[in-house]
Every structure is written in structure tokens, then in C-alpha cells.
């Protein structure tokens, strides 16, 4: 590893259910093929290696459910991989035993990334999660029992029949765990999905109220003294005795636009201006990697504009100042100036530069803003 690259994502796609809204590269079941992904996964690790740099900063598995692989084939792949500051594992309830807890933190895990989503058994129907509200619970204390000490939640709201007062629930059940970190996304469904057929007329009018609820997930958490640091993500702002950070360090990687390696079947890497795409197809994925060659995928080259608008899209849902300096294109000067008026954002000084921020009113119009910013 000689490489610049220090942010790495691996893609594990195997789940024991596909939930009806999900749209990532997933595979259901599948036990007997968990270790021979593991060895195509590290194969691709070892022909791509070379763009990490000597000390990788962040490592993620995703997918998928990372912890629905065999303890054998789970346990080989975080002792095969690169040590890292942060190493985020994400975790579905039902799959976490006090044994696998213990396996990550004993094979440097440093952060659980845990899908609660609700806490309503009645909502994880529709979502069609295999969990239950106890089994987010007692996954969560079993990461605690052995000192994790930066475990996430994820929620997702605008769920077809869910009212207000059921995400008032929701959050009030997630703060009672103290968790050190949340992410709050409002449901996506594909059109044409399964979920969407069933749900449609549902999901037209949770539509009209994602906004509502966007506001009250913000007003809920910063009251409850969370930073409010991206567009879904809040964090504690730390430990009392210790410099801790607990914003997602793996995703501001992206956010800040830096180059990633991904490998896996479906992953994606953005390296050097170029964006490549591994097949979604696991088959033909570990072929591959058996032959000892470069996995199919696709690639295409970031021209300076395409990389600039990135740069504004995802540096603008930060609660920090966005540097302009080299982005100058990509950005309406009208419409900053328009902005600035009306109190959606606020300009100073970044590295002798000029930057940007969005106010609090500003992030809540998010997309809408920053559109009208995009030359």
C-alpha cells in the first residue's frame, strides 16, 4: 500500500430477507457462499491495494448485513483487512449476540452502525424488518456490555401509516438508549417496486409530510443536545473527560469529496476523477476475483464541473463552512447573492478565500437552496 487513498468501503450484500423498499446490492441467504465472497473480496483488496496509502484513516462494511456472514468468514475479513482509526461495522438487531459483539471489538471494530428504523412493531411490519423493538434493545446493550463506546442508530421516517406521534415515539425510545450517534432518513421507495405498488396512495401522502417531520427529528435531537453536523446525521457533541468526535468520520470523507476505495460486489470508488462501478451480479463478481482479475465494472471520468457541483452538493449539508475557492464556477453569483438576503446563507472567510454556509433556515430548505445555487 503506496497509494493517497485512505477512506475504504467494503460491500458484504448478503441479508436474510430483502426488505420490500431496499435498493442496494443485496443477495437473501446464500450460508454456503459467505466464505468464498470473503476470499473474492480480499483477492480484489489485495489487486486494488496498492491505491491506499500506507495508513488508512476510516474503514466501513456495508451492505447487505455484514453481521449476517459466518463468524468464521467475518472474523477472517476483519483480520485481513487494514487497521484503521475508525473501522464502522453496520448491524441488524436480529443478528447480534453477545459472541458477535465480542468479535468485533476483539478484531478492531471501533463503531456499530445498528438499523433500528422504528421501534414500532406495527411500522417494522410495513418495512417489512426482521427485528423487533427488544431486539434493537438488547443488540445495543450487547455492544455496550463490551465497551463500545460509538454505537449509531438508524431511523427512518414518512413510513407508509405512521403519524406524528408515532415518530415522536420513535425518537423518544431511541434517546432513552443514549446513543452517540443518529441518522434519520425520510423513507425512499423506488417507483415500480414492490413496495411502492402496495404502498403507493400511502406514500404520496407521507410525501406532503416529510417536511413536518424533518423539522420535528431536528427540533427533537438538538434539543436533546445532539449536533446537528449533516442533513440526517446528529452526533453527541462528545465525552466530558475526552476530545471524542463522534460524527461519522468514514462518511465525512465523502462529504469533504475525498477520494475512497470500495471493493465488492456493486461497490463504488471515485479515485484520481474517475468513478467505477463493480457489477451488481455476485456470480460473475467471484469468477472474477477466482481468475485473479479485476472484477466488471464500469467507469467514467469526473470532468472539473461534474467534480466542482459534487463538491456544492455534498459540502452544503454540512453545519460547517464550505471553502469556494476552486468552485467559483459552480456557483451562481446572483443567486449567493440573493440567498445571503434572505437569510438562507452566509458568506466569510475560508483559508483567505471566500466560503459558504448555509443558516439553519437554509438547511431545512436543503436541496431547494442549494439548486438555485448550482450555475
Known amino acids: 500500500m503506496n497509494g493517497h487513498i485512505r477512506h475504504l468501503y467494503l460491500h458484504v450484500p448478503f441479508c436474510a430477507h430483502r426488505c420490500g423498499y431496499c435498493d442496494f446490492v443485496t443477495v437473501v441467504g446464500r450460508p454456503g457462499e459467505h466464505d468464498r465472497y470473503v476470499e473474492a473480496l480480499l483477492r480484489e483488496l489485495e489487486l486494488e491495494g496498492g491505491d491506499l496509502a500506507n495508513e488508512v484513516e476510516t474503514m466501513f462494511l456495508g451492505g447487505g448485513t455484514p453481521t449476517f456472514l459466518n463468524a468464521g468468514a467475518l472474523e477472517r475479513l476483519l483480520r485481513a483487512t487494514p487497521r484503521a482509526a475508525e473501522v464502522t461495522v453496520e448491524a441488524n438487531p436480529e443478528t447480534v449476540t453477545p459472541e458477535l459483539a465480542l468479535l468485533l471489538r476483539r478484531n478492531g471494530v471501533t463503531r456499530i452502525s445498528l438499523g433500528a428504523q422504528s421501534f414500532d412493531p406495527r411500522l417494522l411490519r410495513v418495512l417489512e424488518r426482521g427485528a423487533s423493538p427488544e431486539d434493537v434493545r438488547r443488540a445495543f446493550y ?4 463490551v465497551e463500545f463506546d460509538n454505537i449509531s442508530l438508524d431511523l427512518i421516517y414518512g413510513i407508509p401509516g405512521q403519524s406524528t406521534a408515532d415518530l415522536e415515539r420513535d425518537l423518544d425510545q431511541a434517546l432513552a438508549l443514549e446513543p452517540d450517534h443518529l441518522s434519520c432518513y425520510e423513507l425512499e421507495a423506488k417507483s415500480g417496486t414492490r ?21 420535528r427529528v431536528v427540533e427533537r435531537l438538538t434539543g436533546a443536545g445532539y449536533r446537528w453536523y449533516e442533513t440526517a446525521n446528529f452526533c ?3 465525552a466530558p473527560a475526552a476530545a471524542a468526535d463522534f460524527r461519522a468520520q468514514h462518511n465525512l470523507a465523502y462529504w469533504h469529496g475525498h477520494d475512497y476505495l470500495g471493493v465488492g460486489v456493486g461497490a463504488v ?12 451480479g455476485l456470480a460473475r463478481y467471484m469468477a472474477a476475483l477466482e481468475a485473479r482479475t479485476p472484477p466488471p465494472r464500469e467507469t467514467e471520468q469526473l470532468d ?5 457541483i459534487e463538491r456544492v452538493l455534498l459540502g452544503l449539508r454540512l453545519d460547517e463552512p464550505l471553502s469556494l475557492t476552486g468552485l467559483e464556477a459552480a456557483v451562481d453569483a446572483d443567486a449567493l447573492r440573493k440567498l445571503e438576503r434572505l437569510g438562507l446563507a452566509e458568506i466569510g472567510v475560508e483559508d483567505g478565500g471566500r466560503s459558504l454556509l448555509l443558516t439553519p433556515r437554509g438547511r431545512f430548505l436543503g436541496g431547494g437552496v442549494t439548486a438555485e445555487l448550482l450555475a
Not at 450487547?142 to 456490555?145: E, K, L, N, Q
Not at 413496495?195 to 416529510?210: S, V, Y
Not at 470508488?269 to 451488481?280: D, F, L
Not at 472539473?304 to 466542482?308: F, K, L, R, S, Y
Request: without cysteine; hydrophobic residues 30%; proline residues 4%.
Open 142 to 145: 450487547a455492544f455496550r456490555d
Open 195 to 215: 413496495f411502492t405498488h402496495t404502498f403507493g396512495d400511502e406514500l404520496a401522502r407521507q410525501a406532503e409530510a416529510m417536511e413536518g417531520y424533518f423539522e
Open 236 to 238: 453527541r457533541p462528545g
Open 269 to 280: 470508488s471515485t479515485i484520481a476523477g474517475e468513478r467505477r462501478r463493480n457489477s451488481p
Open 304 to 308: 472539473d464541473e461534474t467534480a466542482q
